[in-house]
């Protein structure tokens, strides 16, 4: 199975694996920690550092704004605005309030965080009227299913979409079926959340995964996000509050896990035979 260690978003060429925050910047550890951590994985050349005003209300924006103070040029960065700002009232003072929490005056990308009876045309207008004065390079979506994407790119500009994240990993496969194959045709990159599982996953404990890793002389979490990120249109973004994690998931930009591996991996989760709900978390 050939390894795609990058792929191209807005014209970018980033490293398919990237790093969430959203726990960061809220006591779970020392944010001091925390901020060595990302620091870390921009020397490990995790480039993209991904966000939102949600994530601890601003806090993990504020952290993360410590981290890169010096290095905003290494850093690729991606935020997400609730749906209930995204509006001609309010986006604009959400997206500022995000720069001067991150300590930049643009972002590499910005999202809707997800769909909420919002008006998409107006969405679309916002997003461009931000490009058009620096605010941002690109935007996107985040938990958008197939008919929510389409209706996306009927809308004027729509199709200037970079991005739609949606939760993906080994037991949660469903985009699989239309809305990645679609995504891949629109020339929409797909970001990858809780490509370990997320909360209450038991992914990392399953003996054929530890076995697997056991194999490649790596870690449960490594094999999972190796198995990720095997298609070039995904860039996963697991969370990235330690060291240790950091260098273990950087360790999967180099994996390339073979076809009777990556079988035996999704005999117990096989792809979607059939369209199934967006997961959202």
């Not at 990645?180 to 959340?193: E, G, L, V």
Request: proline residues 4%.
């Amino acid at each position: 199975m050939t390894h795609q260690s990058t792929l191209q978003i807005a014209g970018n060429t980033l490293p398919s694996l990237g790093m969430g925050s959203w726990r960061l910047g809220q006591g779970r550890y020392d944010s001091q920690q925390e901020i060595q951590a990302l620091q870390r994985g921009l020397d490990l050349g995790l480039r993209v550092i991904d966000t939102a005003e949600m994530y601890g209300e601003g806090q993990s924006e504020t952290l993360i704004g410590k981290a890169i103070a010096d290095r905003r040029d290494q850093t690729y960065l991606v935020s997400k605005v609730y749906p209930w700002n995204a509006t001609e009232r309010d986006l604009e003072t959400s997206l500022d309030a995000s720069l001067s929490r991150l300590r930049t005056d643009f972002l590499d990308l910005y999202l809707l965080h997800w769909q909420s009876g919002n008006d998409l045309q107006e969405v679309v207008s916002l997003m461009e009227a931000m490009k058009a004065k620096g605010k941002i390079k690109a935007w996107g979506v985040s938990n958008f299913d197939l008919p929510a994407m389409q209706s996306l790119i009927s809308v004027e500009n729509g199709a200037n979409c970079a991005v739609n994240q949606v939760f993906y990993n080994l037991a949660g496969r469903g985009i699989e079926y239309d809305l990645a194959p679609w995504c891949a045709k629109q020339n929409i990159a797909m970001m990858a959340y809780c490509p370990l599982g997320g909360a209450g996953s038991h992914l990392l404990d399953l003996d054929e995964v530890k076995t697997l890793a056991e194999k490649y002389h790596v870690s449960p979490a490594t094999l999972l996000l190796a198995w990720v990120i095997r298609q070039n249109n995904i860039l996963a973004i697991p969370e990235s509050g330690s060291l240790a994690h950091v260098e273990d998931n950087a360790r999967a930009l180099q994996l390339t896990l073979n076809e009777q591996d990556c079988a035996l991996l999704t005999q117990y989760y096989p792809a979607p035979q059939t369209a199934e709900p967006l997961e959202i978390r």
